[in-house]
């Protein structure tokens, strides 16, 4: 083996230990739980305010195109409109009803994170609460987000219709997009939610690979809702339930990335840290 290659293995190894004897994909399946209950919530909550900043008409304009792009194979334009309908219709009583459910994710996110990081000590005795509070700024910030991603629909959309190499600019460009979205997100996500405190150097190199893969990840379930698949077929020719789980399957590989993502996180802290000790000691000699 070549001395890059167990540089790289070495490497790998070393973002994997803080998960090592533990069951990282009963972890996944926790948050995915947690991120089952609250995915719809936020969604609509992310929409609703987005409405109220740049207005309903504005953001069915901006998503129309989007909709109609989307695969129909499963029904994935249809859920798509149903929710931007929704959302944007919510009322004022109903958003502060979706805000528990949405700050779920949160509690899942930090409890999942306490496991992999360290045993939860005596200044973890509110996981579920502190989750949910520190979730609030990325919550409150969804809208802006959001529309960083709107404003490049047009775009994008236009591209992928032309075809050829304007539809692989297409992809391309929404890639980097939402690259570059996921990526603050990531960070806050990282540093904040989780208990451990990495170093921002590590936090915002690991946190902004963890959103490239992710934002490829996504990409690829847009693929897969374009495949002519019968999802019914193993459940009694049920195509609901066949939907249902394989969008359950996808949110749980999506958070085995973010577990991923995160001991990678911790890893590269613990890696900074320890070289920058041995700063000193190597300028006194």
Known sequence: MTSGLRRIRRVVQAAFRPVRGRDLSLHAAAITFYGAVAVAPIALLTIWLTGLIAGPDRIRRLTGPAVASMPDAIGADRVLAALLEG?????????LASLLPASLYGEG????????????GPDEQLIGWRGRILLLPVLASAPGLLMAVLMMLPLTTGLFDTGGWSGLAAVVL????????LSPVLVWVF??????RPGWRATVLAGSFTAANLSGFLHGFVLFCALPLDLGIPFGGFDAIGGVVAVLLWLF?????????????????????????????????
């Open 87 to 95: 959302g944007l219709g919510l009322t004022p009583l109903l958003a």
């Open 109 to 120: 996110l930090r409890r999942a994170f306490v496991s992999v990081s360290h045993p939860p």
């Open 174 to 181: 929404s890639f980097l997009g939402l690259w570059l979205v």
């Open 191 to 196: 540093r904040i939610v989780g208990p451990a």
């Open 253 to 285: 590989l999506f958070h085995v990335i973010v577990l991923a993502g995160y001991s990678a996180t911790l890893a590269l802290s613990r890696w900074q840290r320890r070289r920058g000790s041995l700063l000193p000691w190597r300028t006194a000699h």
